[in-house]
């Protein structure tokens, strides 16, 4: 008597289909339509849903998410800064068909990062200095005499003018993807915001008489940080120390250059830097946590110390 073939099996998601394909992983049958591709054979859709989440997700060597390759905060801060230039432009050019004598000699592209606090105020050059929105602003003279604190964030979003605007906006594309790919998005982010912000109170704190704007503070910052990671990562510095002596001694030439604002950001973002890139592997984002928490600390008490001393 003659032995009844096998019954093939049928697929455990779609019963009305045979299958000799088993899941790697499960053991399951599965059809064709069921099939996702494994390193070794073929899996059901739940074993690569499982799999997906228990893997770890790419990190950088310094912690960050493997996100930063793709340099969507240096894009994100780029637009921001052209928006907030477009928006000074837009502001100048409203202000000047009404007529009322505040622009003389304040073209649109003088006019770019026009979006600060107070009344306007056009500098002898052409440029115009701050004005427009009152939730804008430099770091300027009076700012603790309500001015706004906030100044100290905001100014580094402004531009006074064209050229400003360019040279610190391509520094920020050439740092910023670098860094973001190594650091990662958000420690990327604290890194910027801890470099502008310290740029912006050494301005405040050493220069109170002078106005001060610009994402210089920052880019100094990205500057410090970019020659730490290098070290760190045991690559060649001569390129970026040839840039940054070459920036030191146009900040110590040019007069209407803020040299405390621009050492403010350079020691800020060093600073930054060495918390990101020296944290031991060990409670590593809590030790970089902590540290950025502690220096953001020590520039808010420094902001308050002068603000109650003034």
């Known amino acids: 008597m003659s032995e009844s073939p096998p019954t093939a099996p ?20 599965i059809c064709p339509d069921c099939m996702r591709e494994a390193a070794v054979g073929h899996q059901c859709p739940e074993c690569v849903a499982e799999g997906r989440r228990t893997q770890r997700s790419a990190r950088t060597a310094f912690g960050g998410g493997a996100a930063g390759r793709e340099g969507y905060v240096t894009k ?6 052209v928006l907030v230039a477009l928006i000074g432009v837009a502001v100048s050019g409203a202000g000047a068909l009404i007529g ?10 003088q006019a770019i990062g026009a979006v600060t606090g107070g ?9 115009v200095a ?25 100014a580094m979003f402004i531009h006074y003018g064209l050229l400003h605007l360019l040279m610190n906006m391509w ?27 310290g740029g912006n109170v050494a301005a405040y704190l050493l220069s109170p008489g002078s106005l001060s704007a610009g994402a210089s503070t920052a880019v100094f910052g990205l500057f410090a940080a970019y020659f730490i990671v290098l070290r760190k990562l045991k690559l060649d510095t001569s390129a970026v120390v040839g840039v940054l002596v070459v920036n030191l001694v146009l900040t110590f030439t040019i007069s209407s250059i803020s040299w405390q ?5 350079l020691v800020a973002g060093g600073l930054t830097a060495i918390v990101l890139a020296y944290a031991p592997r060990p409670h590593r984002t809590l ?8 220096l953001l600390l020590v520039l808010l008490a420094l902001t308050v110390l002068r603000v109650l001393t003034h």
């Open 130 to 154: 701050p004005g427009a929105f009152p939730d804008f602003g430099a770091v300027y003279p009076g700012i603790d005499d309500g001015g706004g604190i906030y100044r100290l964030i905001t």
């Open 287 to 294: 030790i970089q946590a902590a540290g950025c928490g502690a």
């Open 119 to 127: 009344p306007w105020t056009v500098i002898a050059d052409g440029r």
């Open 10 to 29: 049928v697929c455990y998601r779609h019963t009305s289909r045979e299958t000799w394909v088993r899941c790697t992983r499960c053991d399951r049958p």
């Open 100 to 109: 009322n004598g505040l622009f003389t000699g304040a073209g649109p592209l």
């Open 171 to 197: 520094a920020l594309w050439v740092l910023g993807r670098n860094l973001e790919a190594v650091l990662g998005p958000v420690r990327f982010v604290a890194l910027y915001l801890l470099a502008g912000l």
């Open 76 to 81: 994100a801060l780029i637009a921001i800064n």
């Open 261 to 265: 604002g621009h050492l403010g950001g």
